[in-house]
Structure formats: C-alpha cells, structure tokens
C-alpha cells in the first residue's frame, strides 16, 4: 500500500515537473508568435499607404511626413535598399575584425596557452563584454573616428567625420569576446581522444587542429559567429554615434551610412502617431529585418549541415 502510494506521488509530481515545463515552453512560443504577429499586422498597415515595390526597391529613404493635420510635410520616400547596405556594410566589417580575432584567440586559449595563462587571459578578454555600448560609441566617435578621418587626409582620402569603418572597427572589438568565449567553449568539448588518435597518426599540433579539431567544432562555431553577426546587426548605440543617421545607397565604408535598428528608434522617437505612414514604417523595417535575420540562420544551418555531412 506504501509504495503504492509512493509510486502514485512520484507520478504527480514528474507530471507537474513535465506540466511546468511545458508551460515555460508554451510562453516562450507564444511570445514570439505574437511578436511575429504584431510586426506583420502594423506592417500591413504600412503596406497599405505605400506600395510594397517602393519600400523594396526605391534607393531614397526620407520619411519625412505630416504627423498631425496642421502641419505641412513631405510625401515622405520609403526605400529600405540604403538602410539594408548600411547595416550589411558595417556588419560585415564588424565581423572582418571579429571573427577572425575570436576564433584565433580562442584557438590559442584552448590548444596551446597553459592553464594558469587561460585562466587569467580568459576573464579579461571577457571583461570587454561587460562594457556598455555608449563607452563603445565614445571612444569610436572621439578616438576611432578622428584617427581614421586624420589618416585618410594624409594619403589623400575624403572621410566623412562619421563612417562605417568607424562604427565596424569598434563594433567588431566589442563582438570579439562573444566569437572567442563560445568558441572556446566548443573546441575545449571536443574529446580529447580525437586529438591523440590525430597524434597517434603522426600528425603535428597544428595539423590536428586544422583537420580534427576544427571540423568536429564546426557547428558550435558556425553558432557563434552567427550569434556574434546577429548582435552587429542589432546594434544601435555605436552607430548613432559613430557612423551617423545619413541614409545613403553606398558601399564606401568611408562615408556616413544608417541601418535599420537606428531608423527604428528614430521613428519611434518623439511625437509619434500609429496612423502615418512614418511610425509604421519602423514596423515595416523591423520585419524585413526579421526576414533578413531568418534567411542567414537557415543558410548558415545548411552550411553547417553540409560540413557535418562531409564530415561524417
């Protein structure tokens, strides 16, 4: 009867534990169902006062319109092309400087420093982590930004006060902690009998890290450099500071550009009206960049299958 009764208070209570869970999955579901909802529903609504060919394809981006009835302004232009470049072009030189920093700083940590060396060396890479963007953007607009603008007038280069290059070089410093700890984390996972098998063969150190190592870490390192890309182009603070709010249909890293994460705190900022084509755009701009984010994390997921297959 005893353990009846024990076997029955197990079984409610691994059904509570599963109910709970489920319940936490469910949340988290939900939410991003109904993110994904209201972006798509003021999107619409945005798409109805402009047409979605202009938002698409159009290389002027000012939205500048009439907020309430009394005022005069502008029919306003709604192209995203300058906005995507802009945050494309200072994300890829973010992780120009990124990646490959972290992942040869995490290389090192984890096959070649000893011990004592990587538990120091570790925490303080990590510590530029812990510093706020804001420092970020200070030090890109009143240090970065001068030196770059002073260099290029002495070899004969125009830079604007604000660039992209700017903003990338400080965004990519900042991002490299993030590439270098989860790399880290997933070369240090691999088992150690890969290595020795590896050695066993005759091959050197660094032949067992380009040819073992590094294939079998893949997956974990596809992840972090797409995490790391994804918060480059989520960042917002060192680009107002840094590369400007100027929205400009331009490759030249020398020049001030936008992106798509500063527009929206901008049209969202101030005397706002949920009715007018400005204010929904940012709703507009916030799904392309869904989209945008969604298409890189299914090719990088096909990417790293591809390698894992060949792997195997």
């Known amino acids: 009867m005893l353990l009846r009764e024990t076997r029955s ?7 509570a534990i599963t109910f709970g869970l489920l319940l936490c999955s469910s949340v988290a579901i939900l939410t991003t169902i109904g993110i994904v909802a209201s972006l798509v529903f003021e999107a619409f609504r945005f798409f109805q006062q402009v047409s979605i060919t202009e938002f698409l394809f159009s290389p002027d981006w000012s939205p500048q319109t009439a907020i309430r009835d009394d005022q005069v302004g502008a029919s306003g232009a709604f192209g995203v092309l300058p906005l995507l470049t802009g945050t494309l072009l200072i994300s890829f030189i973010a992780m120009v400087i990124a ?23 570790k925490p303080i890479l990590e510590l530029l982590a812990g510093i706020p963007t804001v ?16 260099t290029g007038s002495g070899m004969g280069f125009e830079i604007s006060s604000e660039s992209a290059l700017a903003a990338g070089l400080v965004m990519g410093i900042m991002i490299v902690p993030l590439v270098s700890s989860l790399s880290d984390d997933v070369i240090s ?27 079998a870490a893949l997956p974990g ?8 890309t994804s918060r480059a182009i989520g960042e917002t603070m060192i680009v107002v500071m840094a590369a400007g709010l100027a929205a400009k249909l331009t490759l030249n890293p020398l ?4 992106t798509m994460t500063v527009q929206i705190v901008t049209l969202l900022t101030g005397d706002t009206s949920f009715d007018d084509a400005k204010t929904l755009a940012a709703f507009a701009i916030a799904l392309f960049l869904f989209t945008v984010t969604l298409i890189l994390n299914v090719i990088a997921l096909k990417i790293v299958d591809r390698f894992k297959e060949a792997y195997d």
């Open 9 to 15: 208070s197990k079984k409610l209570t691994e059904q």
């Open 99 to 121: 990646a490959p920093l972290g992942l040869l700083s995490a290389i090192y940590l984890s096959e070649y420093s000893s011990a004592r060396l990587r538990n120091w060396v």
């Open 135 to 150: 420092v970020y953007g200070f030090f890109a607009a009143l240090v970065v930004a001068p030196i770059i603008r002073a």
């Open 189 to 215: 996972a691999v088992p150690q009998s890969l290595r020795d098998a590896s050695m066993g063969m005759g091959a050197t150190q660094s032949e067992t890290i380009k040819r073992v190592v590094l294939p």
């Open 221 to 228: 390192i596809a992840g972090s450099l797409l995490l790391a």
């Open 255 to 258: 020049e001030a550009v936008t």
